[in-house]
């Protein structure tokens, strides 16, 4: 964390926005995955959040497609930190389903993922996605995300 992020943690305000953004990106730091793939939250806010990646070779199939693989986690990474973002910083959540509909190949310079929350539980919260390449819906998600309370 940079000292301008340690020096806002220290000032920010419970329950203000960018306390939400300072414990969201706090998780982030952990989440080693989106880190080696190149994506990066673009928008964080409650029951909502946004990711952009810059498409590359490495994120290629083998027709210069957009991995599927790649496109599916973009969805799991914006409903799963969207659903993050209504719970409590102590509580945990995982990936109990994810389903993905591939509407379009996904070509072109770069892909946005946006996640929400259609209804939180205090076991289960539903969340859906979409990912788009440049201006263009490639895929539509639904993700059941399971709650980790505290032991």
Not at 6 to 26: F, Y
Not at 79 to 86: H, I, N, P
Not at 89 to 111: E, K
Request: charged share 20%; with cysteine; hydrophobic share 45%.
């Amino acid at each position: 964390m940079s000292s301008d992020n340690q020096t806002s943690a220290k000032n920010a305000v419970p329950g203000h926005p960018d306390d939400l953004e300072i414990r969201i990106r706090r998780k982030l730091e952990r989440q080693h995955f989106m880190h080696l793939i190149g994506a990066d939250l673009t928008l964080i806010t409650p029951g909502r959040v946004e990711a952009e990646l810059a498409l590359e070779q490495q994120h290629q199939q083998q027709r210069g497609f957009a991995h599927g693989g790649l496109v599916a986690t973009m969805a799991d990474l914006v409903a799963g930190f969207a659903a993050v973002t209504l719970l409590p910083d102590n509580h945990g959540l995982v990936t109990a389903d994810l389903r993905v509909s591939y509407l379009h190949p996904g070509v072109g310079q770069r892909l946005r993922a946006i996640g929400w929350v259609l209804k939180p539980g205090r076991r289960l919260h539903f969340c859906e996605a979409e990912v788009w390449c440049d201006e263009r819906l490639i895929a539509k998600a639904s993700a059941t995300m399971a709650v980790i309370e505290p032991v």
